[in-house]
């Protein structure tokens, strides 16, 4: 008997052509990406920048869901597929612009009311067609009053979570669906000194 000689078990392990043949055991699998590699990489990143964006959160409009710093993902598909429904936090420009002004200024909130609802704020709630809402996301309970507003086609109403600090529809009225930018996916960084 040698102690020389390779075991049974090392002699399984060598001879066993998927163990053989795995691509660990050669560097040829960290070559280079070849032209159809950039061409994938290419249309990776055009679908990205055409279909998402990069934000950051200026505001304490959507505290506390959002925070001043964060940075989030907005993916800008989904809306031409479905209409834009209730309780999805949107970007948007501005309602109360005119042509010719500074069209990069883009806020965020969250739609409480569709097309064909009533909306109303009054003793700290908020009213949808005449039944008080819960929303345990917003940051206190409205301080302001608003009349009964009614939503048109084509249009969503959207307030921000901090409801008292938010310049939204209980300011300037419903939105038009049209000026939808996006809607918001996730938080990629929240800063860790907020």
């Known amino acids: 008997m040698s102690f020389l000689r390779p075991s049974a078990l090392y002699n399984f392990l060598i001879s066993y052509p998927a163990l053989r043949w795995m691509p660990c055991q050669s560097w040829g699998f960290l070559r280079w990406p070849g032209l159809d590699g950039f061409f994938r990489l290419f249309v990776v990143a055009l679908l990205w920048s055409t279909f998402s964006e990069l934000r950051y959160i200026p505001s304490s409009s959507m505290y506390p869901t959002l925070r001043v710093g964060d940075r989030i993902i907005v993916e800008k598909a989904l ?63 409205p301080t302001y009053t608003t009349q009964l507003t009614y939503v048109p086609n084509g249009h969503v109403y959207v307030l921000g979570d901090n409801r008292n600090n938010s310049y939204d529809s209980h300011v300037w009225g419903p939105l038009p669906i049209k000026n939808i930018a996006g809607r918001y996916v996730t938080c990629y960084h929240r800063p860790t000194n907020i």
């Open 79 to 141: 809306y031409y597929i479905r209409s834009p429904a209730i309780h999805d936090i949107v970007t948007f420009k501005d309602p109360t612009q005119h042509s010719g002004e500074n069209t990069d200024a883009v806020f965020i909130k969250r739609i409480v009311a569709k097309a064909g609802d009533t909306v109303e704020v009054h003793h700290g709630a908020l009213y949808i067609n005449g039944i008080a809402q819960q929303e345990d996301f917003i940051a206190g309970s």
